[in-house]
């Protein structure tokens, strides 16, 4: 006899992150309107095509472009609106930064000042948010899934913020600075293109897959 | 130094995760476990494996079985890569039923006094002790590409040990070990570069797509 496992308390949260953008390609830090490239655009149908045969009821994307454009393609094979939730959007650097190679001198030196600031809550340079600033987003963002009445919801987010979420929700508790640092590090950022899936039941959320991008055995 | 690639697979199906009874070491995959062992087989085929180690436990070695034959390797037998093991007298039981749920009630509440132990089930102090070991014997390994066949909670606790990093209270440890889920032949995979692990894939269970 099998067991019925599916239980109606559960939800299922697939977090996605958008396709390949200019930025990932040409590393430079992104602003709200970097598009996909052509290759970002190919990723994200064959993204929305895994979800031809799942269930989904609910999806959301921030309001950046490349969210938006990759949630586009799930939105046409699901035949499902898009809401835009503004928790959802990606870590904000500094004005001061984007648009700046990754790679050249100047950002270089940025970004060694950044990894040690981006800890400091008293740390704050305009437009750029730190780690505290992300983690109220991040709470937002929860409880607005928490709430929410769909009980499969698919999540266009970001690098930067989905590990973020990630993080907050296999520490709860547990959660400080140096503990965050290190799971920043061992995850790294999702592929792009690639989901994250989390269900929530009886109030407790649970990691069930991180950075499934589907096709690493082929 | 290159960039060490560790699989890790959790074993097949088996009557007691259907029915939700307490396994033995011997406990068989079911059939609908041995199918999975044989897709499992099917999808890790391209991957370049140079070692296959598998814990010591029937369902674990049916497992990797047919990855071993696809790869045309031998299983080396790790015990250290186990399940957790409960006490004896509670094999085979339901987990609702009073005996088990007490048992994990007690071990799971004793996580900050790890030397409670119940008869002959491990202890969380050895439990740790033996993540941190299997943690080790990876990152001396000379292999650069390998696939382990384990076990769920042995899993979440070897992630949760990862993830954390070593020097954590055992509490915060069992905590984020507990906000894991995992499939049957989910797949996972970690590297290992310059002393730093990283977590590139959790339970990819190829479900999602089908």
């Known amino acids: 006899m099998r067991i019925l496992l599916n239980n109606t308390n559960m939800k299922r949260i697939y977090l996605v992150r958008h396709g390949e953008t200019e930025g990932n390609v040409k590393r430079f830090f992104q602003f709200h309107d970097t598009p996909l490239t052509e290759l970002g655009h190919k990723g994200a149908r064959a993204l929305a095509e895994r979800f031809a045969h799942i269930e989904v009821d609910t999806l959301i994307a921030s309001s950046f472009l490349r969210a938006q454009q990759t949630a586009g393609y799930i939105s046409e094979v699901k035949k499902l609106q898009v809401t835009t939730v503004e928790s959802f959007h990606e870590s904000m650097r500094p004005t001061a930064q984007r648009g700046l190679g990754l790679d050249s001198e100047e950002c270089l030196r940025f970004r060694a000042e950044y990894r040690v600031n981006y800890w400091k809550e008293e740390w704050h340079e305009e437009g750029g948010e730190n780690f505290f600033d992300v983690t109220k987003r991040v709470i937002e963002g929860v409880q607005y899934l928490e709430k929410c009445k769909g009980e499969s919801i698919v999540v266009v987010s970001h690098g930067d913020f989905i590990r973020s979420l990630v993080a907050h929700l296999l520490l709860q508790k547990n959660s400080d600075v140096e503990v965050n640092k290190s799971l920043f590090t061992v995850l790294g950022l999702m592929s792009n293109a690639a989901v994250t899936e989390f269900t929530f039941e009886d109030g407790q959320w649970r990691l069930f897959t991180w950075n499934d991008h589907s096709h690493f055995a082929e | ?210």
């Open chain 2, 1 to 210: 130094m290159t960039s060490k690639k560790i699989y890790f697979v959790r074993h097949g199906e088996t009557n007691s995760n259907l029915q939700r009874y307490v396994p033995s070491k011997d406990e068989p995959l079911n059939e609908h476990g041995l199918l999975q062992a044989e897709q499992c087989a099917t999808r890790v085929q391209n991957i370049d494996i140079q070692k296959l180690i598998v814990s010591d436990f029937h369902r674990a070695q049916q497992t990797a079985a047919p990855i071993a034959h696809v790869k045309n390797m031998q299983m080396e037998v790790c015990p250290s890569f186990g399940e957790v093991l409960e006490p004896s007298s509670i094999y085979g039981i339901s987990e609702s039923e009073e005996s088990v749920v007490e048992h994990r009630k007690n071990r799971n509440g004793n996580v900050e006094n790890p030397e409670w132990r119940q008869e002959d089930g491990e202890n969380f102090s050895d439990i740790f002790a033996r993540v941190l070991a299997s943690k080790k014997l990876l990152e001396e390994d000379s292999f650069e590409s390998i696939l382990v066949v384990s076990h769920s909670f042995f899993m979440m606790l070897f992630a949760a040990a990862i993830l954390l990093g070593n020097e954590v209270p055992t509490n915060a440890w069992y905590h984020v070990a507990s906000t894991l889920k995992i499939s049957n032949t989910g797949i996972t995979q970690f590297t290992f570069e310059e002393g730093v692990w990283r977590l590139v894939m959790w339970n990819d269970h190829a479900h999602f797509a089908e």
